[in-house]
Structure formats: C-alpha cells, structure tokens
C-alpha cells in the first residue's frame, strides 16, 4: 500500500476533507490531493505533522508497518532485541520492567519514557537517537549522522563552482527516504553474504570464507559507496524527476 493511499485512507477515517487536513498540517489542499494521488511524496517533516494529525505513526504512513499504532522506536527495539536472540522476557529483565510493559513499547502502545529510553539503548548496544529514528546507524548520534553526511556532501561538492553549487544544494543531501532505502539494501546485502558464507556459497579471501569481521569492514565500504552514489544521482537528476519537498 503507497503512502498515499494510507494517507487518503486515514484522512478518511478521521472525516477530515482534503482541505481541512491541508490547514492542519499547514499545506494547500493540492499538495495533499498530489500525496494521494501518488503525484508527489511529503518530505520528513510532513510525515510528522501528517502522523499526528491522523493519529498513526509515521511508519505507519512510511509502509513500514501495517499497525497504524506501530513505532520506529518498537520496530527497532524488536529488530535488536532479535538480532542477539533475546526474548522479550530476556530484555525486560535487563532493563528492569515488566515483560507486558516491553511488549507494550514493542508494539507502539506504550510510550516509552526516557529513563527507560536509555536502558535500552544501553542493553541493545545502539544509541537512544538510533532507537527514536533519528539516525540510521546504529551506533552513531544524530550529530554524529549529521556530521558523517555534511562530509561525504563536501566530499561530492569539493571540485565544483560555486554557482554549480547553488544550483544544486537542495539535491545534495540525502533525505529520511533516502537514508532508509540504503539501511534496506545494505541489510539484504548483509543477509546474502551471512547465509552465503554458511552454505559455501559466500565470497572467499585467500581461499577461505570472510570472517565476520572482515564481512562487517565490507559492508562498512558498500554503505559508504552506496551514500556517495545516491548523492551523485540526487546532484545530476534533473530537478523535474526529483521528489519535490
């Protein structure tokens, strides 16, 4: 299901019109009728006023959940809490709350608080920006996400003028979208070369499978490769085919 059919789909639960969502969430009612119709995508921070406004996540708009309740936060507690083969009985002890309460969070019906926020953070190895989704990487604030991307821009922007620059500045960063589609591939990448190396079939180096280390210093390079690449294509597609924002 598009975006833009969940949005029409929630607008039209709440009995909102297109115009009176367009007054919430401080758009024109042709911007909304677009999103619907699939014309155009809302940047991150429509998404947000949209989420509010139609009492549902913002992953839930996204497609990343088919609960409209679910959160970034309980998506990304489960994936972790997985990952390391914990139940959530395992997780709630770590942390000091009641299986019930966890299972609450998980499944977005629970807001977490922060003194809990950190707990978890803290037992899942990952940062509590990370868990709130501002940032893609696990291990990294989102000042140290944002940091990372103004770099591989001026990386990209290094050897251009400065009108050049001017020209394009809005293309040259990469948006929630973009950060998310990247997170997506790079986790199939991953599961390829895991389940590969378990069967045989993964690469090799000096005749012998990839150690997990050296699987993660790959997978470091192919992000970064994958970063650079989208930001080239954001920089040299024509402004007509880009998203607007």
Known sequence: MSIGTRIREKRKEKRYTQSELAKIVNVSSQVVSNWERGYTDPNHEDVARLAEALDCSSDYLLGRVNNPRYSTIG??????RE??????????????????????????????????LQKIAKALGCTTDYLLG?????????????ANNRKLVNDIKKNQSVESLQQSAKAAFLTVKDELDIAKRMEK????LIEGNSDG?????????MSEEAIE???AALEHAERIATLTNKKFTPKKYRDKE
Request: avoid cysteine; hydrophobic fraction near 30%; aromatic fraction near 4%.
């Open 134 to 146: 501002k940032t893609p990487v696990k291990n990294q604030t989102e000042e140290e996400f944002l």
């Open 201 to 209: 079939e993964g690469l090799n180096f000096m005749g012998e499978p």
């Open 75 to 80: 998506n990304r507690i489960t994936k972790l």
């Open 83 to 116: 990952e390391i083969n914990w139940s959530p009985n395992e997780l709630a002890k770590q942390i000091n709350l009641s299986p019930t309460d966890l299972n609450k969070i998980e499944l977005g019906e629970r807001v977490v608080e922060n003194h809990e």
């Open 217 to 219: 210093s790959l997978l």
């Open 189 to 192: 990448i991953k599961k390829d």
